[in-house]
């Protein structure tokens, strides 16, 4: 799908703007089933693509998504109770994040799903909750990314891993899988004065190197645990067209005799098949107006360049204008 379709605004617009008023989101289900059939497609049918709740937690969406062949990766038990709601069975939602309530636990190993654990913690508290699991659930480890060891706050670092297996193993959850995400954004070291604020980059899609080097260290782990049945590998994949590349390196890395991948995706399903509706409620002047959104409505848009474009086609010359949204801010 060309960049330029991909941005232009859905067929009838216009009319939803009409009928709901602005601002209003939009998301066309078709686009989005479409780029999770190529998304599938690179990967292979071996492969279980799990689409990541955060990215648009929209019970259609879900649904949409979930229909046309996605798992459901939910890092919250807000998003573990959309994706039921949406018609997930449990075996086909992965259970992440790094908060997780004893009840939120127990549902989920009741139902049988995928729960990955992200510290000692948590394990200890799954532990406890032995009893209640179906013999569908399965339970992962979530484990530093290697690049990332003693910097970050998500997930075991790997030294830990096998104390935290063997604990599981004698509560009657034997650990059947690893996971592992890097995410996209990535912090600057502090300043040399001032106040203690970190510079935030996003850097998205990730360089091929980093999720090659990923994928090799929990195909480590997960053979020095004697063999594990699958490797969850995370989000931040580009979208379909530039994903071949990073599909054969992972699976390069983790060698001919894989064990099941799992791999986790948000905005390269939806990204091109979401929108918001906004209105021109003033001209300032012939190269400014003011509309009905704000960043309240498009956070990212202080880091982040956003298109924009006409729902209808205007006559005239094309000239630089100035957004301003109903904020005192923008």
């Known amino acids: 799908m060309s960049e330029d379709h991909q941005n232009r605004p859905p067929a009838g617009a216009d009319v939803l703007a009409a009928r709901f008023g602005t601002p209003l989101y939009v998301v066309d289900g078709e686009r989005a089933a479409a780029a999770a059939a190529d998304f599938r497609s690179v990967w292979g049918r071996d492969v279980t693509v799990a689409y990541s709740l955060k990215c648009n937690p929209l019970v ?152 090659e080097r990923a994928a090799r260290q929990l195909r480590e782990i997960g053979d020095a645990l004697g063999g594990v049945e699958w490797l969850d590998l995370g989000g931040g994949w580009p979208a379909a067209p530039e994903l071949a590349p990073y599909a054969e390196a992972a699976r390069a890395a983790v060698g001919a005799a894989v064990p099941r991948l799992i791999v986790e995706t948000g905005r390269a399903l939806v990204r091109g098949a979401g929108w918001l509706l906004a209105r021109v409620n003033e001209r300032r002047g012939p190269g400014a107006a003011v509309l009905d959104v704000g960043i309240t409505q498009i956070p990212c848009v202080m880091w982040k360049r956003s298109p924009v474009t006409p729902v209808a086609p205007r006559l005239g010359a094309i000239r630089p204008t100035d957004l301003f949204g109903p904020l005192c801010l923008q």
Do not use: W
Request: charged share 20%; aromatic share 4%; hydrophobic share 45%.
């Open 60 to 211: 259609g969406v879900v649904r949409r998504l979930h229909d046309a062949g996605c798992a459901a990766e939910a890092a919250s038990g807000f998003e573990y109770r959309i994706a039921r709601r949406a018609g997930v069975p449990g075996p086909d939602i992965i259970f992440n994040g790094p908060l997780k309530r004893p009840a939120e636990l127990q549902r989920a190993l009741a139902e049988g799903a995928t729960i990955i654990l992200d510290g000692p913690e948590q394990v200890r508290a799954l532990s406890a909750l032995a009893d209640s699991a179906s013999p569908e659930a399965r339970v992962g480890l979530r484990v530093t990314p290697p690049d990332r060891a003693g910097a970050d706050r998500f997930g075991l670092p790997a030294r830990m891993v096998p104390a935290a297996a063997r604990m599981l193993a004698r509560a009657g959850l034997p650990v059947s899988g690893l996971h592992v995400h890097l995410g996209a954004y990535q912090l600057g070291p502090l300043p040399a004065s001032g106040p203690p604020i970190h510079s935030v980059t996003v850097q998205y899609p990730l360089p091929v190197e980093r999720f």
